[in-house]
């Protein structure tokens, strides 16, 4: 299984780049904030797959969009990566990487809580909503303690 690593820069005037990488792909986009802000939305979608709701996270690339989709697969979690050129247009898959909670949503939440500890101005991007990021901290630390109970 290969490591997950999402990697977020600094942001500057609603822009932020963003570096997904496996051992075998790796994705370099720089996407916008507008209309609604995809780290928060991934937060959001991280929030709903550890509770076995399938998620999606839209990256306005503007024009151009990627889609991260999240859903469980019994004990698995697919993480499919396609990209649009209309957000309504028909999807290309492009990446799809089959994990499990430590490869696939640890790797993202750290991320996560990395970037909100970035020092950036709110006027280039809004920091991760808190209560949804404590909302995050609480059902990861569930899960994660519940996994070590059964090893």
């Not at 004990?75 to 028909?90: H, P, Q």
């Amino acid at each position: 299984m290969s490591q997950l690593q999402l990697i977020f820069g600094i942001p500057k005037n609603g822009w932020l780049s963003t570096n997904l990488k496996t051992s075998d792909f790796d994705l370099n986009f720089i996407t916008s904030n507008i209309p609604e802000n995809p780290t928060d939305k991934l937060c959001e979608s991280l929030i709903l797959a550890i509770s076995g709701i399938e998620t999606e996270i839209c990256w306005n690339l503007e024009p151009e969009y990627y889609f991260f989709e999240l859903k469980q697969s019994g004990k698995e979690i697919e993480l499919n990566i396609s990209k649009s050129g209309v957000i309504t247009e028909n999807r290309n898959l492009i990446y799809k990487l089959t994990g499990d909670f430590k490869s696939l949503i640890l790797p993202m939440y750290r991320s996560l809580k990395k970037f909100n500890t970035l020092e950036f101005d709110k006027t280039d991007w809004k920091k991760i909503d808190q209560i949804k990021l404590n909302k995050l901290t609480e059902l990861v630390t569930e899960r994660k303690n519940y996994l070590q109970q059964r090893i």
